[in-house]
Structure formats: C-alpha cells, structure tokens
Nanobody, 119 residues
Framework: QVQLVESGGGLVQPGGSLRLSCAVAGGGIFDFRYSAMAWYRQAPGKQRNLVASISSGGNTNYADSVKGRFTISRDNAKNAAYLEMNSLKPEDTAVYYC??????????WGQGTQVTVSA
C-alpha cells in the first residue's frame, strides 16, 4: 500500500515562494522510479486540477497558469517529488496534492498541503 505525504504549504504573501514536498512510502521498489508524477491542486468549490508533471525520465509539463513560476522535480533515490513555487498569486490558493500522472492509475490520495496566498 503506497502512502503519499505532502508537506511545505503555508500562508505566504503575493509574490512570495514556497517549496512543497511529496514523500512516497510503501509499494514496490520500482513503483515510484518508473511512475510519472504530478502535482494537483483543488481550490474551494472547484475540481482538482493537474498543475505540473514530471516523467520518470525527468521531462516536465506545466499548466499555463503556472508556467514560468512553478518548477517540478523528483529524487528517485528518496522516493520524493517537489514543487518549487515562485511569484505566488492569490489564485494559487488551494490544497496541493501529489500523485501519479495518468495514464498511471492513481495511488490513494494523501491529505494534501494547504497553500494560502494572501496579503
């Protein structure tokens, strides 16, 4: 059973930065290494959307709304993924989750980490 634990969220002023971490525990030794990973976010009253993804080989993709401001990365040795967020805007406020990117079947969702951008 794979467990996802997101951390690093918080309250930040517009223009500020945060670095989110995703720890992946359990599963087979190659489960994380060969999985495309992604960060998703869900704002109150809205559906969960993918904001950034990274393939097993390190290729990255971003939603237009975060392109140039967010950077996704991974450390296969640590079974971890990261999301560096810069120039944060109030509209980035959401709960952020990590999980596998489709077409990989998602693991059970973690609790996420709250990011609030407000003056």
């Amino acid at each position: 059973q794979v467990q996802l634990v997101e951390s690093g969220g918080g309250l930040v002023q517009p223009g500020g930065s945060l670095r989110l971490s995703c720890a992946v525990a359990g599963g087979g030794i190659f489960d994380f290494r060969y999985s495309a990973m992604a960060w998703y976010r869900q704002a109150p009253g809205k559906q969960r959307n993918l904001v950034a993804s990274i393939s097993s080989g390190g290729n990255t993709n971003y939603a237009d709304s975060v392109k140039g401001r967010f950077t996704i990365s991974r450390d296969n040795a640590k079974n971890a993924a990261y999301l560096e967020m810069n120039s944060l805007k109030p509209e980035d406020t959401a709960v952020y989750y990590c999980n596998r990117e489709p077409p990989f079947a998602p693991w059970s969702w973690g609790q996420g980490t709250q990011v609030t951008v407000s003056a």
